[in-house]
Every structure is written in structure tokens, then in C-alpha cells.
């Protein structure tokens, strides 16, 4: 679940929305005043930035060894004099013929087996030696001359990538990688389940790639072709991205994907790249005046590039402000529908809104292609207008940059799933629709204004309220158990026909489908029925049914026979045979929900299924009202103010009621009323205060009030209890939570503690994911703490594990990644993704002395860091890493520490301090830290989190103001950097643990008022 909160613009340079278009002035050398007249234009239209160089090689590398970057020298030399900016590609996604003709291995071999000649694009082989050499020497090229650059704020990796190849480079390395998979060729076989039709494999290499003239029907082998060509082409990113790091680590990274591309797994490109990017382009007006359909599956794809990066703002890299070429129809937009679809992307995620292209090309296949300038080559356009008026939208939303979509629901839509379910030759060969399933699940909560994440089934459940899984045909290893606790911890789950059919190398569950599900839905199937295209059946609601939905709905294509468990019907079915029979079920679970829907039904089933389900889970809708037919309402939000995008998908004006909560219109500032009117094509941008339309006053989820948490479970072991203000024996979290709005809690772990002493918060990280599932559950976000070492760890000492006590010191960095790499395994096994971890605690002098001593070695200290960030984003990417020191007002030590980490290339994303002022001192002592925090955050562009406070519990008073004044500094930091603040095991009493007196409680079990300063 994306948490309400605030990211830092995609360039801290331009913390505006990003406008303009893929520019190609390598077409235009011969054109001198065309480049020139570009410059004028761009301004004029609005746009600040341009991706360039994209199919650009041969301009640059004419032949081999002989670089020409004089013209892109001068042509970002003029953007920096103009205040425009550059995603600067690299060229990879067409190599030049003298490469091909020189080096044809580097071409692509077809399924068939046959070499492809030089053309087209992307007719390259990821595997390829020569062609790896080729890309690192132009990438090496580029990033030493243009990193630095005023004008470059992000780097363009490729163009679309796509494809396989079927070299013997690949088929070599396609075994090297079912080998390393599989281990040994029993293991091989029983996954591939080979024995059929007598395919069994007796040597590695016997192991082919699918051919249609060989092998194609084991479909385990189809799977792992396809999780090979992922993998390969994500190696071969990150060694194109491997030189542009080394240039310039701040610079970002994105690669632009394609609508529903259903050859590359995304999910696989998570942690390459720092910001992702799609190319849009839907066939809008192909359904008549009524866009809602084909805006629901823009919609949804937009939901899929912001789920990747969990929530962070993405990128519409490409869409046309006219036409296509390629399509079936080139329709033009309609007047008002690329300020519509524009707006669209913004409302679900984007900071950006780019085109292909720029200027139309004069030859070859896109001359035709949509584009901001016209081969009339001025601005006197109804095109160049639209694109004008959408720049001068963004102008006016520099509220918006970095605000996330409040989704507390959440749909699966798994691209390996999509592989298995299109190639099981299942009940329903001419259709089983797996993307138009999903899609019609979507549709139904958009068009409720709900906001919406569109997740691999590997991803954290836990923080939502809905989660959909639509045809779950695979379920791999522990995910039915994720979606067990999902639901016993009060979460609702749907589930359809074709789930639980089959695991990750597609074998069949044995003993009952479907199979690991089969407890949490309560029902079994034994049949599914495929229906021709001239069937019908239907389901009829049951008497009495909890939904109150609609008396029949007719059903088509798949019927499911299943027998209740421990379900109950909601529905039966209407007719044939199994008339009578469940066809929509329930199963109470723990303190949650799981619904079955046994049939693919038609609309308006799901319309009534979902708005029901809404209300019952009390997912957050964008406005409060039913929303008319083709009317969409899409929220963001920074926690303390909502955008809301209201946009007309039809051709005809639309009146829209908002109820009573006040708006206001974000580009006039006026009031909004109580209705809202939409032109055809419309789209309207309102704004107010979240408060006002979720949670009570005081609570802001997108700044962590939170406490260490680690005694607790240690604690209750030893007997103790805790009362809240009134005296009322409570769980602790629940008081936290309620009562002091807390959100967030902090939890340590250590490498090899004595477990016997958990008592006193020695955690190893299974006894930490068991509270931070406790946490979790209740709504709380999580901020591991990470003590390398065996025992407490803090300015004092920063002792080495006994087991890492003889490592070397590369060792030592390997050690640190592969224990951080555990301990987010562990997490996520549990269902639980960090927001926060830090790397290493109050590590003012370094970490793992001598080794890492930052006295003596700050550029191994550094590395230390670096190799706990980087195996945090290996398993988590959208989880933020901390470097913690003590005493936060201390920029002495603040600057010798951070500055010398910075100076050796650290990589960290947020800055922990501490403070623990003596009596008398919280005043000055919150404003010395602010000091330092603002400068911190100015000198390092680094986010500010206090990761510890407490003061002594005699003085409660003293204590909550400081408490107070603190959040209030830290919530009001320029930019958003203020983060969060987090009390340091507030549930202590005095005394506890050997004379720890900083804590929160008093002898009589209750708080004392220091933890009122946490309140607004």
C-alpha cells in the first residue's frame, strides 16, 4: 500500500512538472535554421525538457572508434542558455551498419534459427559479447563527457526494449541458467515434467530454446524462456547502466516500457532503474463518443508503472499530442482529449508529460507520426495549441510533483501468471482472456473513483484493505500463505474461476484445486465447464445473501463446479446441469473475508459486486458521490492536501455533484461549489484538505510519528501490561496508535544475538518479523534498525559479530550484504516491506571497527554503507535507506561523518539523528538540530528523519514540548525533507532494563502527558 506522503521531484533541479517530447536533431544537420527555430518553439509551447539521442549511434560513432559529439555538444550547450533540460539516451536500441557488417554476431537469431540482417530496431543480441563491448564504450563515452553537464538531468537507457534472441551465445547462457536454477536434471525433468510424450532430458546440453520446429509444448520450458529473455535483458541494462553510475551515481535512470508488453516481466526492472517511464498509446474515439472503456485501460496501466516503484511518481515518456502512424486507424484527438489524456497520467502518477516526437520526420517509417511541430514548421497549429495549453496546465502543478496515489486496494496482475495461464491449453483455447478478466475487475472499482495498485503477487499485501486476484492460475511459493494472513488480519480478498491451478514451474496442484487457496476461499473445485460463444448461463442470488445485489446476472465463457467447505453461497447458478450449484461464495477467515466468484460474468455484475465491496472495507473513494457514466475521479495527495483530477471520457457536457466537502479549483484558486461542470473532454483539477475527506484531525500518514518498538514483545513475555490515560488495560500498539497517532514503528535486529536474552530486545530478524506482522497489521509503516553486530551498537562501540570477527575486510562488505539481503528475505517471507531501514546504528565513528572506522578508514566506512543499501534495494527497492548519527545538533560531527561518506560515494537515501536533551536544554537543543537538519538537507539533498528522541521521565512537561516543537520543525522543513520522528521505546517504565529512564510510562502503568507533544 502506498502510503499518503510527498517524493522528491525525478530532478532536484526542476522541481516542476516535466513537458516535452523525444527530439531528434541528428535528422536536421543539414537544417541549420531548424534547429534554431526549435529552441523559440519549445519555449513557446511550454516544455523544459527533451529526450535526445535516442537512435543517434551512428551520428556519434560514424565508424568504429571515431566519435563526432560536437553537434550534441552544441545542442546542450544552447538547451542549458535556454533553461531547458535533457533525458540524455543512450543509443543502444539501433546499431549502426558498419557494427552489423563488421561484427554480424551482434545481430539477432530468429525463433527459427536464422540470423536476422542489419534494420528495423532492436535486431540485437542482449548476450553478445562484441555488442556488450560496443555499448560500454559509448556509454563510458557519454557519461564522461555529459554528466556533469547543466542541461542533463537523467539518463534514457535504450528504447523500448523487446524481443528474443536465439543465438548460441544465448542457448549457451539459457543453460547456464537452467542449470544454476535446477541443480541437477532430475530436478529439471519433474519441473518440466519431460516424461510426457518421452522428453525427457539426459544432458545439459540437449537444452533448446522453444522453436517452431522443435519444441514448444513443455510449458515449464516455455516459463523459463520467458524468465530468461527478463533476466538477460535486465543484466544487459545494468551493464548499460554500470558506467553512467560510475560518472555519476545522483543522475537518474528510466527506460521507457510499453503498454501491456507481455514479453519482458517489468517487476524484474524494479531495482534498475530509479524512475520508470511507458509509452502511451491508446486508440482513443474507436468506441464512438464514449472513451470510458479505452480510458480504464490507459488507467490501469498507469496504475502498473506507479505499483513497480511502490507508489513513486513515474514518467509518461511517449505519447502522441495527434495521431499515430502504425495504428489500424490513425484517428485524430478529438478537441479537449490530450489535455484530457495528458491530465489522465498526471492524476494516477506521472511527474511528466512527454511525446513522440518532437518535430515529424521528413522520410523513412514515422513521417507521419503524430508530433508537436508540423511539417509546416510553425506553431500555427490546433496541435501545437493543444500541446501549449497542456504546458501552461503544468505550470500551474508544481503542488502536484511528488505527491502518491492513497491506494488502499490492490489488484494481481502477474505478468508470469500471464505467461502460464496464455500457454496452459486450458478450458478455453479461442479466449480466456486473462488481460480483459483483470481489466473488467479494474473497471468496476474505477469507475467508482477508487484509487488503485496493480501488483505481482510478490509484493507486500498487508497495508491494504481490498486485494483482488483475478484467474490466480500460478500461485508460487508462500504467496496463498501471504494471502491466508492477508485475510485472517482482516483484509478481504476476491478470487476467481482458473486460481490455484498450478505452481511456478506449471505442475498441477495435487489433492484439489485450487490447490494452496483452498482454505482461505473454503471451497473446492472439482470441474470448469468453457462455454462457446453462443452459451449462456447465469447465477441467481441467494435469499437473504449479505450483498443485496441484483436478483440474476448472466454468465459466459466459464463456469466453475465447486463444493462448499467452510463457504457459504451467495449465488447459485441459473441453469444446465449444475443449476443450483455455488457460484459466488464467502468464507469468514480470522477476522477477514474471501470471496470466490465461480463464473466470468457479464456486466453489470461487477459494477454491483465491487460497489458493494467498497462500502463494506471502506476503501477511499477520490470524492464521495457516485460518479455518472464516463466520469473519473483520481486522487494524489502529500497527506495534508488532495489533487483531485475530475475528467469527462465523453463527448457530451457533463454536471458533476461533489457533495458538501469544500473545493476549490487548483489552477483559479476559486471555489469549486458543490458541482462541477465538464466540457466534452473535460477534465477539471480540485483541491482540499485531506483531513477533511479521511482520517481524524491530527492524523498525517505521510509523516511518521513513531516510536522504537523492540522491548515490547520481550516485555509482555516477562508479565508486563500497559494502561492508557484512563486507566484501561490496553495493547500497547493499539494505545500508540489511537490514542498518541502514532503510524510508525521502529524495530532492531542484530547478526547472531543470545536469543535467550531477547527479553531485553536482542532480536534476530525471525523474532523481529514477528513484530513488525504485529505492526504491520495495525496499520503501522516499519523502519528496521540494523546492528551489525552481535550486541548493542552505538557511538561507544560498533563491535564486529563473533562470526565476522576474522573476515577480510571485501569479506566484510560481502558479509554486510548478504546479512541485509537475509533479514529483507526474512521480511518479506513475512509479508513485510520496510519503508525505512537504517544501515548501521548511531554510526557517528563508522561501523565493524577497526574495518570500518570512519577515523581512520572513511572510504571502507562508506563501502560498508553502500553494500547494506544496495542489498536493501536488491530485495526492496522502494524501501529508503538511512545512515544514523547521535546528537542531531552536532554539524561539527554531522559534516566530518555525512560530508566524508558523500565525498567516498556512499549510496544511502535518508539522514537518521538523534536527540536526548538534559533538562532545560530541549529548546535550544531543537533549534541547534534544526540548523543542522537544514543544512544537512541543502548541502546533501537528503531527506531528515529523527530516528530516536527521549527525555527523562520526571520530566513529562518539558518532554512534551520538546516532543511538540520537534514534529512541528520537522513536519515544516523546506521541501518536504522533514520525514518523520520516532520515540525511543516510549513503553518503558522507570528503571527498566538495567536503569533505562527515558521512556514514556509511569509506575502506575500509565503514560505520562510527554507523549501528548506527538498530538496536533
Given at each position: 500500500m502506498v502510503k499518503s506522503r510527498k517524493y522528491d521531484p525525478i530532478s532536484p533541479r526542476v522541481p516542476h512538472?516535466?513537458?516535452?517530447?523525444?527530439?531528434?536533431?541528428?535528422?536536421?544537420?543539414?537544417?541549420?535554421?531548424?534547429?534554431?527555430?526549435?529552441?523559440?518553439?519549445?519555449?513557446?509551447?511550454?516544455?523544459?525538457?527533451?529526450?535526445?539521442?535516442?537512435?543517434?549511434?551512428?551520428?556519434?560513432?560514424?565508424?568504429?572508434?571515431?566519435?563526432?559529439?560536437?553537434?550534441?555538444?552544441?545542442?546542450?550547450?544552447?538547451?542549458?542558455?535556454?533553461?531547458?533540460?535533457?533525458?540524455?539516451?543512450?543509443?543502444?536500441?539501433?546499431?549502426?551498419?558498419?557494427?552489423?557488417?563488421?561484427?554480424?554476431?551482434?545481430?539477432?537469431?530468429?525463433?527459427?534459427?536464422?540470423?536476422?540482417?542489419?534494420?528495423?530496431?532492436?535486431?540485437?543480441?542482449?548476450t553478445s559479447p562484441v555488442y556488450r563491448e560496443k555499448v560500454t564504450i559509448m556509454n563510458t563515452r557519454l557519461a564522461e563527457r555529459y554528466s556533469q553537464h547543466p542541461a542533463v538531468i537523467g539518463w534514457h537507457i535504450s528504447n523500448e526494449f523487446g524481443g528474443d534472441c536465439h543465438c548460441s551465445y544465448c542457448q549457451d547462457a539459457f543453460r547456464t541458467w537452467v542449470q544454476a536454477r535446477y541443480k541437477s536434471l532430475d530436478e529439471l525433468n519433474h519441473s518440466w515434467w519431460t516424461a510426457f510424450w518421452s522428453h525427457t532430458i539426459t544432458r545439459w546440453s540437449q537444452i533448446e530454446s522453444p522453436a517452431p520446429h522443435g519444441e514448444t509444448q513443455v510449458h515449464g520450458m516455455n516459463l523459463d524462456w520467458r524468465r530468461f529473455v527478463t533476466e538477460q535483458t535486465a543484466d544487459f541494462i545494468r551493464h548499460e547502466i554500470e558506467p553512467l553510475k560510475a560518472a555519476n551515481p545522483e543522475l537518474p535512470v528510466t527506460t521507457n516500457l510499453m503498454e501491456y508488453y507481455e514479453g519482458l516481466n517489468y517487476w524484474k526492472f524494479a531495482d534498475l532503474l530509479d524512475v520508470v517511464s511507458w509509452d502511451s498509446y491508446p486508440t482513443w474515439h474507436d468506441q464512438g463518443g464514449d472513451d470510458a472503456e479505452q480510458a480504464a485501460r490507459v488507467a490501469m496501466m498507469h496504475d502498473i508503472l506507479r505499483s513497480i516503484k511502490g507508489?513513486?511518481?513515474?514518467?509518461?515518456?511517449?505519447?502522441?499530442?495527434?495521431?499515430?502512424?502504425?495504428?489500424?486507424?490513425?484517428?485524430?484527438?478529438?478537441?479537449?482529449?490530450?489535455?484530457?489524456s495528458s491530465l489522465q497520467a498526471v492524476a494516477h502518477g506521472s511527474d511528466t508529460v512527454q511525446y513522440f516526437q518532437w518535430r515529424k520526420s521528413r522520410g523513412s517509417s514515422e513521417k507521419f507520426h503524430g508530433a508537436v511541430v508540423d511539417h509546416a514548421g510553425h506553431e500555427h497549429t490546433r496541435v501545437f495549441a493543444d500541446v501549449s495549453d497542456v504546458g501552461s496546465h503544468l505550470k500551474q502543478m508544481d503542488a502536484v510533483v511528488g505527491t502518491s496515489v492513497p491506494a488502499e486496494t490492490a489488484i494481481i496482475f502477474d505478468w508470469e501468471n500471464r505467461w502460464a495461464v496464455n500457454d496452459a491449453q486450458g478450458p478455453r483455447n479461442m479466449g480466456v482472456k486473462y488481460e480483459e478478466t483483470v481489466q473488467a475487475h479494474y473497471r468496476a472499482l474505477w469507475e467508482l473513483g477508487t484509487a488503485i495498485d496493480v501488483i505481482d503477487m510478490e509484493q507486500d499485501f498487508s497495508g491494504y484493505k481490498l486485494l483482488i486476484a483475478p484467474m490466480l492460475y500460478m500461485v508460487r511459493p508462500g504467496v496463498a500463505e501471504r494471502i491466508e494472513t492477508f485475510v485472517q488480519n482482516g483484509g478481504t480478498f476476491v478470487a476467481t474461476y482458473w486460481s490455484g491451478i498450478a505452481d511456478e514451474t506449471d505442475l498441477c496442484f495435487l489433492g484439489g484445486f485450487p490447490g494452496p487457496l483452498r482454505k482461505t476461499l473454503g471451497i473446492w473445485s472439482e470441474e470448469m465447464d468453457g462455454l462457446h460463444d453462443h452459451d449462456m448461463n447465469g447465477i441467481v442470488t441467494c435469499a437473504g445473501e449479505e450483498f443485496n445485489l441484483r436478483e440474476e446476472y448472466d454468465a459466459v465463457e466459464?463456469?466453475?463446479?465447486?463444493?462448499?467447505?467452510?463457504?457459504?453461497?451467495?449465488?447459485?447458478?441459473?441453469?444446465?446441469?449444475?443449476?443450483?450449484?455455488?457460484?459466488?461464495?464467502?468464507?469468514?477467515?480470522?477476522?477477514g473475508k474471501a470471496y470466490y466468484i465461480a463464473s466470468r460474468n457479464k456486466e453489470p455484475f461487477h459494477r454491483d459486486f465491487y460497489r458493494k465491496l467498497a462500502e463494506d472495507t471502506g476503501v477511499r473513494r477520490a470524492l464521495p458521490v457516485d460518479l455518472p457514466a464516463g466520469i473519473s475521479a483520481s486522487v494524489r495527495t502529500d497527506g495534508e492536501r488532495d489533487y483531485i483530477f475530475v475528467m469527462n471520457f465523453t463527448g457530451e457536457n457533463q454536471v458533476l455533484s461533489l457533495g458538501e466537502l469544500p473545493y476549490s479549483d487548483l489552477l483559479s484558486g476559486e471555489s469549486a461549489g458543490h458541482e462541477v461542470e465538464l466540457e466534452a473532454y473535460?477534465?477539471?483539477?480540485?483541491?482540499?484538505?485531506?483531513?477533511?475527506?479521511?482520517?481524524?484531525?491530527?492524523?498525517?500518514?505521510?509523516?511518521?510519528?513513531?516510536?522504537?518498538?523492540?522491548?515490547?514483545?520481550?516485555?509482555?513475555?516477562?508479565?508486563?501490561?500497559?494502561?492508557?490515560?484512563?486507566?484501561?488495560?490496553?495493547?500497547?500498539?493499539?494505545?500508540?496508535?489511537?490514542?498518541?497517532?502514532?503510524?510508525?514503528?521502529?524495530?532492531?535486529?542484530?547478526?547472531?544475538?543470545?536469543?535467550?536474552?531477547?527479553?531485553?530486545?536482542?532480536?534476530?530478524?525471525?523474532?523481529?518479523?514477528?513484530?513488525?506482522?504485529?505492526?504491520?497489521?495495525?496499520?503501522?509503516?516499519?523502519?528496521?534498525?540494523?546492528?551489525?553486530?552481535?550486541?548493542?551498537?552505538?557511538?561507544?562501540?560498533?563491535?564486529?559479530?563473533?562470526?565476522?570477527?576474522?573476515?577480510?575486510?571485501?569479506?566484510?562488505?560481502?558479509?554486510?550484504?548478504?546479512?541485509?539481503?537475509?533479514?529483507?528475505?526474512?521480511m518479506k517471507a513475512h509479508g513485510i516491506t520496510p519503508e525505512w531501514v537504517q544501515v548501521g546504528n548511531e554510526t557517528d565513528h563508522g561501523m565493524l571497527w577497526d574495518d570500518g572506522k570512519a577515523s581512520e578508514h572513511m572510504d571502507q566506512y562508506a563501502a560498508l554503507v553502500s553494500a547494506g543499501h544496495q542489498a536493501v534495494k536488491s530485495v526492496s527497492p522502494?524501501?529508503?535507506?538511512?545512515?544514523?548519527?547521535?546528537?542531531?545538533?552536532?554539524?561539527?560531527?554531522?559534516?566530518?561523518?555525512?560530508?566524508?561518506?558523500?565525498?567516498h560515494g556512499a549510496a544511502f537515501d535518508v539522514l537518521g539523528m538523534s536527540l536526548y536533551p538534559e533538562q532545560g536544554e530541549s529548546t535550544a537543543k531543537v533549534k541547534q538540530l534544526m540548523a543542522n537538519a537544514e543544512h544537512m538537507a541543502a548541502s546533501y539533498g537528503k531527506s531528515i528523519i529523527i530516528s530516536e528522541i527521549g527525555m527523562d521521565y520526571n520530566l513529562p512537561e518539558e518532554c512534551r514540548a520538546f516532543v511538540h516543537a520537534l514534529n512541528h520543525e520537522i513536519k515544516t522543513m523546506p521541501e518536504g525533507k522533514g520525514l518523520g520522528v520516532f520515540y525511543w521505546e516510549p513503553q518503558a517504565p522507570p528503571g527498566y532494563n538495567n536503569g533505562y529512564n527515558k521512556g514514556a510510562w509511569q509506575t502506575d502503568g500509565r503514560p505520562s502527558i510527554a507523549l501528548e507533544g506527538f498530538l496536533e
Amino acid at each position: 500500500m502506498v502510503k499518503s506522503r510527498k517524493y522528491d521531484p525525478i530532478s532536484p533541479r526542476v522541481p516542476h512538472m516535466l513537458h516535452g517530447a523525444d527530439y531528434n536533431p541528428e535528422q536536421w544537420q543539414r537544417y541549420p535554421e531548424v534547429l534554431e527555430e526549435d529552441i523559440r518553439l519549445m519555449k513557446l509551447a511550454g516544455c523544459n525538457v527533451m529526450s535526445v539521442g535516442i537512435f543517434s549511434w551512428v551520428s556519434l560513432e560514424p565508424e568504429e572508434g571515431v566519435f563526432t559529439f560536437e553537434w550534441l555538444d552544441e545542442l546542450l550547450d544552447r538547451f542549458a542558455a535556454n533553461g531547458i533540460y535533457a533525458f540524455l539516451a543512450t543509443p543502444s536500441g539501433a546499431r549502426p551498419a558498419w557494427m552489423s557488417e563488421s561484427y554480424p554476431q551482434v545481430l539477432r537469431v530468429g525463433a527459427n534459427r536464422v540470423r536476422n540482417l542489419h534494420g528495423f530496431r532492436h535486431n540485437h543480441c542482449y548476450t553478445s559479447p562484441v555488442y556488450r563491448e560496443k555499448v560500454t564504450i559509448m556509454n563510458t563515452r557519454l557519461a564522461e563527457r555529459y554528466s556533469q553537464h547543466p542541461a542533463v538531468i537523467g539518463w534514457h537507457i535504450s528504447n523500448e526494449f523487446g524481443g528474443d534472441c536465439h543465438c548460441s551465445y544465448c542457448q549457451d547462457a539459457f543453460r547456464t541458467w537452467v542449470q544454476a536454477r535446477y541443480k541437477s536434471l532430475d530436478e529439471l525433468n519433474h519441473s518440466w515434467w519431460t516424461a510426457f510424450w518421452s522428453h525427457t532430458i539426459t544432458r545439459w546440453s540437449q537444452i533448446e530454446s522453444p522453436a517452431p520446429h522443435g519444441e514448444t509444448q513443455v510449458h515449464g520450458m516455455n516459463l523459463d524462456w520467458r524468465r530468461f529473455v527478463t533476466e538477460q535483458t535486465a543484466d544487459f541494462i545494468r551493464h548499460e547502466i554500470e558506467p553512467l553510475k560510475a560518472a555519476n551515481p545522483e543522475l537518474p535512470v528510466t527506460t521507457n516500457l510499453m503498454e501491456y508488453y507481455e514479453g519482458l516481466n517489468y517487476w524484474k526492472f524494479a531495482d534498475l532503474l530509479d524512475v520508470v517511464s511507458w509509452d502511451s498509446y491508446p486508440t482513443w474515439h474507436d468506441q464512438g463518443g464514449d472513451d470510458a472503456e479505452q480510458a480504464a485501460r490507459v488507467a490501469m496501466m498507469h496504475d502498473i508503472l506507479r505499483s513497480i516503484k511502490g507508489g513513486k511518481p513515474w514518467m509518461l515518456m511517449e505519447s502522441t499530442p495527434s495521431l499515430t502512424n502504425w495504428q489500424p486507424v490513425s484517428k485524430l484527438k478529438r478537441p479537449g482529449m490530450h489535455l484530457l489524456s495528458s491530465l489522465q497520467a498526471v492524476a494516477h502518477g506521472s511527474d511528466t508529460v512527454q511525446y513522440f516526437q518532437w518535430r515529424k520526420s521528413r522520410g523513412s517509417s514515422e513521417k507521419f507520426h503524430g508530433a508537436v511541430v508540423d511539417h509546416a514548421g510553425h506553431e500555427h497549429t490546433r496541435v501545437f495549441a493543444d500541446v501549449s495549453d497542456v504546458g501552461s496546465h503544468l505550470k500551474q502543478m508544481d503542488a502536484v510533483v511528488g505527491t502518491s496515489v492513497p491506494a488502499e486496494t490492490a489488484i494481481i496482475f502477474d505478468w508470469e501468471n500471464r505467461w502460464a495461464v496464455n500457454d496452459a491449453q486450458g478450458p478455453r483455447n479461442m479466449g480466456v482472456k486473462y488481460e480483459e478478466t483483470v481489466q473488467a475487475h479494474y473497471r468496476a472499482l474505477w469507475e467508482l473513483g477508487t484509487a488503485i495498485d496493480v501488483i505481482d503477487m510478490e509484493q507486500d499485501f498487508s497495508g491494504y484493505k481490498l486485494l483482488i486476484a483475478p484467474m490466480l492460475y500460478m500461485v508460487r511459493p508462500g504467496v496463498a500463505e501471504r494471502i491466508e494472513t492477508f485475510v485472517q488480519n482482516g483484509g478481504t480478498f476476491v478470487a476467481t474461476y482458473w486460481s490455484g491451478i498450478a505452481d511456478e514451474t506449471d505442475l498441477c496442484f495435487l489433492g484439489g484445486f485450487p490447490g494452496p487457496l483452498r482454505k482461505t476461499l473454503g471451497i473446492w473445485s472439482e470441474e470448469m465447464d468453457g462455454l462457446h460463444d453462443h452459451d449462456m448461463n447465469g447465477i441467481v442470488t441467494c435469499a437473504g445473501e449479505e450483498f443485496n445485489l441484483r436478483e440474476e446476472y448472466d454468465a459466459v465463457e466459464l463456469c466453475d463446479l465447486i463444493h462448499l467447505e467452510t463457504a457459504e453461497a451467495l449465488a447459485v447458478y441459473r441453469s444446465d446441469f449444475y443449476a443450483g450449484r455455488p457460484a459466488l461464495t464467502v468464507n469468514h477467515l480470522g477476522q477477514g473475508k474471501a470471496y470466490y466468484i465461480a463464473s466470468r460474468n457479464k456486466e453489470p455484475f461487477h459494477r454491483d459486486f465491487y460497489r458493494k465491496l467498497a462500502e463494506d472495507t471502506g476503501v477511499r473513494r477520490a470524492l464521495p458521490v457516485d460518479l455518472p457514466a464516463g466520469i473519473s475521479a483520481s486522487v494524489r495527495t502529500d497527506g495534508e492536501r488532495d489533487y483531485i483530477f475530475v475528467m469527462n471520457f465523453t463527448g457530451e457536457n457533463q454536471v458533476l455533484s461533489l457533495g458538501e466537502l469544500p473545493y476549490s479549483d487548483l489552477l483559479s484558486g476559486e471555489s469549486a461549489g458543490h458541482e462541477v461542470e465538464l466540457e466534452a473532454y473535460g477534465v477539471k483539477i480540485l483541491t482540499g484538505r485531506a483531513a477533511e475527506q479521511k482520517e481524524p484531525a491530527g492524523y498525517d500518514p505521510a509523516f511518521a510519528k513513531g516510536a522504537d518498538i523492540s522491548w515490547v514483545i520481550g516485555m509482555e513475555a516477562q508479565g508486563y501490561t500497559w494502561k492508557d490515560r484512563e486507566g484501561t488495560e490496553r495493547d500497547i500498539l493499539d494505545i500508540l496508535i489511537q490514542d498518541y497517532q502514532m503510524n510508525s514503528a521502529r524495530i532492531r535486529v542484530w547478526v547472531n544475538p543470545d536469543m535467550n536474552d531477547y527479553l531485553n530486545g536482542y532480536m534476530n530478524a525471525e523474532k523481529a518479523a514477528e513484530l513488525a506482522v504485529r505492526a504491520s497489521s495495525k496499520g503501522m509503516r516499519i523502519m528496521l534498525t540494523l546492528h551489525y553486530s552481535d550486541s548493542w551498537a552505538d557511538p561507544g562501540q560498533q563491535n564486529k559479530p563473533k562470526a565476522w570477527q576474522q573476515l577480510s575486510f571485501s569479506q566484510l562488505v560481502n558479509a554486510v550484504h548478504d546479512h541485509t539481503v537475509s533479514v529483507m528475505e526474512t521480511m518479506k517471507a513475512h509479508g513485510i516491506t520496510p519503508e525505512w531501514v537504517q544501515v548501521g546504528n548511531e554510526t557517528d565513528h563508522g561501523m565493524l571497527w577497526d574495518d570500518g572506522k570512519a577515523s581512520e578508514h572513511m572510504d571502507q566506512y562508506a563501502a560498508l554503507v553502500s553494500a547494506g543499501h544496495q542489498a536493501v534495494k536488491s530485495v526492496s527497492p522502494v524501501t529508503q535507506t538511512l545512515v544514523h548519527v547521535s546528537n542531531g545538533y552536532d554539524q561539527q560531527l554531522f559534516q566530518w561523518n555525512i560530508g566524508g561518506l558523500m565525498e567516498h560515494g556512499a549510496a544511502f537515501d535518508v539522514l537518521g539523528m538523534s536527540l536526548y536533551p538534559e533538562q532545560g536544554e530541549s529548546t535550544a537543543k531543537v533549534k541547534q538540530l534544526m540548523a543542522n537538519a537544514e543544512h544537512m538537507a541543502a548541502s546533501y539533498g537528503k531527506s531528515i528523519i529523527i530516528s530516536e528522541i527521549g527525555m527523562d521521565y520526571n520530566l513529562p512537561e518539558e518532554c512534551r514540548a520538546f516532543v511538540h516543537a520537534l514534529n512541528h520543525e520537522i513536519k515544516t522543513m523546506p521541501e518536504g525533507k522533514g520525514l518523520g520522528v520516532f520515540y525511543w521505546e516510549p513503553q518503558a517504565p522507570p528503571g527498566y532494563n538495567n536503569g533505562y529512564n527515558k521512556g514514556a510510562w509511569q509506575t502506575d502503568g500509565r503514560p505520562s502527558i510527554a507523549l501528548e507533544g506527538f498530538l496536533e
